[in-house]
């Protein structure tokens, strides 16, 4: 079976501070790693994609990945208000792509 | 990105009734397709994989007779939720997975479906 997990949180952080989001999988053939972020009532929308160890930045979201504790993160800077979403992790493998059950982030202003 | 576009986005209708929904991708072919719904407060709940061209497979529980998944092209998947009931009223989501675009997957905007 496989599992992708999050913390449901919720997850508050102040306006400009660092927001981590974390994500295990059990899978360890999983190859392909990803982060959506979910406002409530709309459909989830594609942040960040990895696919190797390590750090992968793009503006204020950096991904990590480390395969061997099949953990994968993000890290969102300067956090804002408007970051606050659900944060879903999904883990591609084979054909199909398993989510977790997000992590609710509140940035208060 | 990807553009997924979904239809209707809310529909309202009387038990009994049966909801036809679509997915197109708008500018990629989109070999694999996914259903999901979900409930408020949860997580998405993957119903079925649909490959263009042929029979969509099910995940455990869902009923094949009740939600009809149609993938006739590489840009159009639909799901029609047949005699629809109270229970069946979700959101709805499909999404896209794009050839040629990496192992990404790429989401239409969701159908609120209400049951009445």
Not at chain 1, 23 to 32: A, E, G, K, L, M
Not at chain 2, 69 to 85: G, M, Q, R
């Given at each position: 079976q496989k599992e992708v997990e999050q913390n449901s949180g919720p997850l508050s952080v102040p306006e400009g501070a660092i927001a981590s989001l974390n994500?295990?999988?059990?899978?360890?053939?999983?190859?392909?790693?990803?982060?959506?972020?979910?406002?409530?009532?709309?459909?989830?929308e594609l942040i960040m994609s990895i696919y190797s160890n390590g750090d992968k930045e793009d503006g204020r979201f950096t991904a990590q990945l480390n395969k061997a504790s099949q953990y994968v993160s993000l890290l969102i800077r300067d956090s804002q208000p408007s970051d606050s979403a659900t944060y879903l992790c999904a883990v591609e493998t084979g054909n199909q792509f398993y989510f977790g059950t997000g992590t609710s982030l509140t940035v208060i202003p | 990105g990807a553009v997924v576009s979904q239809h209707p986005s809310r529909v309202i209708c009387k038990s009994g009734t049966s909801v036809k929904i679509e997915c197109r991708s708008l500018d990629f072919q989109a070999t694999t397709m996914f259903w999901y719904r979900q409930f408020p407060k949860q997580s998405l709940m993957l119903m079925a994989t649909s490959n263009e061209g042929s029979k969509a497979t099910y995940e455990q529980g869902v009923e094949k007779d009740k939600f009809?998944?149609?993938?006739?092209?590489?840009?159009?998947?639909?799901?029609?939720?047949?005699?629809?009931?109270?229970?069946?009223?979700s959101f709805y989501i499909c999404s896209a997975r794009a050839v040629g675009i990496g192992e990404k997957l790429f989401f239409g905007s969701g159908t609120q479906l209400s049951v009445l």
């Open positions: 994500c295990t999988y059990s899978d360890r053939v999983s190859q392909s790693f990803f982060w959506y972020r979910q406002y409530s009532g709309k459909s989830p | 009809l998944i149609n993938h006739a092209s590489l840009t159009l998947s639909t799901l029609t939720v047949t005699s629809a009931h109270p229970e069946d009223s």
